[in-house]
């Protein structure tokens, strides 16, 4: 599908398909990485400056967007004060 300008874009059964792919332990670090980043009243450039990670990557982790590996996992739980393995417990 191509927008007005000639760019290549989803359409909207593909973006569907790509939300469904995602696993839900992602999610489940997302949003709870987000809420303790949000309880330290860190910012995401701040989580930059002491990570080298992209801001826009940081928040491309906090909606599920983008995948994340372990080590990286265990980096940005470090940075807000928590265990890996609270980030990764569901509610």
Same mark, same amino acid.
């Given at each position: 599908?191509?927008?007005?300008?000639? /760019? +290549?874009? &989803?359409?909207? *059964? %593909?973006?569907?398909?790509?939300?469904?792919?995602?696993?839900?332990?992602?999610?489940?670090?997302?949003?709870?990485?987000?809420?303790? /980043? +949000?309880? &330290?009243?860190? *910012? %995401?450039?701040?989580?930059?400056?002491?990570?080298?990670?992209?801001?826009?990557?940081?928040?491309?982790?906090?909606?599920?967007?983008?995948?994340?590996?372990?080590?990286?996992?265990?980096?940005?739980?470090?940075?807000?004060?928590?265990?890996?393995?609270?980030?990764?417990?569901?509610?």
């Amino acid at each position: 599908m191509e927008s007005k300008d000639g /760019r +290549k874009t &989803k359409d909207k *059964s %593909q973006e569907e398909r790509d939300l469904v792919a995602v696993a839900p332990e992602r999610l489940v670090f997302a949003r709870n990485f987000a809420l303790a /980043r +949000k309880d &330290k009243k860190l *910012s %995401q450039a701040k989580i930059h400056s002491l990570t080298g990670f992209a801001q826009s990557w940081i928040s491309e982790v906090e909606t599920g967007k983008s995948t994340i590996n372990v080590d990286n996992m265990a980096r940005l739980a470090n940075v807000v004060g928590q265990p890996l393995w609270k980030l990764l417990k569901p509610d």
